[in-house]
T-cell receptor, first 113, second 112 residues
Framework: DAGITQSPRYKITETGRQVTLMCHQT?????MFWYRQDLGHGLRLIYY???????DKGEVPDGYVVSRSKTENFPLTLESATRSQTSVYFC????????????FGPGTRLLVL | AQSVTQLGSHVSVSEGALVLLRCNYS??????LFWYVQYPNQGLQLLLK??????LVKGINGFEAEFKKSETSFHLTKPSAHMSDAAEYFC??????????FGKGTMLLVSP
């Protein structure tokens, strides 16, 4: 399917476990982003990528790792999940930098017990 | 540094009434401003954006916003609310080469 997809859509894990959230886009957009959405905070940028093999930190990167070996994929890994990482995670992509429209995936709801 | 402030975490209107969602921004350079909408259990989608040029920007679903530099505002309006407009709305800013910064969101409630 065309567009931007995320998997899984829902995930329950335990503290200390490693979790990987997947993001895939079919537009060949150069930029991809990971945000987390929490009540009272809006969306906060975790990491972004300007191209394959180029990633950079956003506002809240601690505890997360990203990679981008292919243009279309941008996985987000929680190396050792903590309860504070319970959140809704959104992946987005855009054809250009931050002034271009970002297209969002449907989100992944993560619960860390 | 850049920031946006959305006034009111919740706004309630009756169907057919004017919708006004407020957004004020802070930026030391000319900003790009956006309004995104999020329907329940979905990702965000762009309503409209201001880059340069015309200060009145028209978006999808009858929404529009006016960039007012003197007031550092980018308020979102719609003349007549519809039940389907019930959603959360986010104002966002990008200035210079900085990342997109979102406001905390305003939940629009529409009653019949």
């Amino acid at each position: 399917d065309a567009g931007i997809t995320q998997s899984p859509r829902y995930k329950i894990t335990e503290t200390g476990r490693q979790v990987t959230l997947m993001c895939h886009q079919t537009w060949s957009h150069s930029y991809m982003f990971w945000y987390r959405q929490d009540l009272g905070h809006g969306l906060r940028l975790i990491y972004y990528s300007a191209a394959a093999d180029i990633t950079d930190k956003g506002e809240v990167p601690d505890g997360y790792v990203v990679s981008r070996s292919k243009t279309e994929n941008f996985p987000l890994t929680l190396e050792s999940a903590t309860r504070s990482q319970t959140s809704v995670y959104f992946c987005a992509s855009s054809s250009g930098s931050f002034t271009e429209t970002q297209y969002f995936g449907p989100g992944t709801r993560l619960l860390v017990l | 540094a850049q920031s946006v402030t959305q006034l009111g975490s919740h706004v309630s209107v009756s169907e057919g009434a004017l919708v006004l969602l407020r957004c004020n921004y802070s930026s030391s350079v000319p900003p790009y401003l956006f309004w995104y909408v999020q329907y329940p259990n979905q990702g965000l989608q762009l309503l409209l954006k201001y880059t340069t040029g015309a200060t009145l920007v028209k978006g999808i679903n009858g929404f529009e916003a006016e960039f007012k530099k003197s007031e550092t505002s980018f308020h979102l309006t719609k003349p007549s609310a519809h039940m389907s407009d019930a959603a959360e709305y986010f104002c966002a800013i990008s200035s210079g080469y900085s990342t997109l910064t979102f406001g905390k969101g305003t939940m629009l409630l529409v009653s019949p």
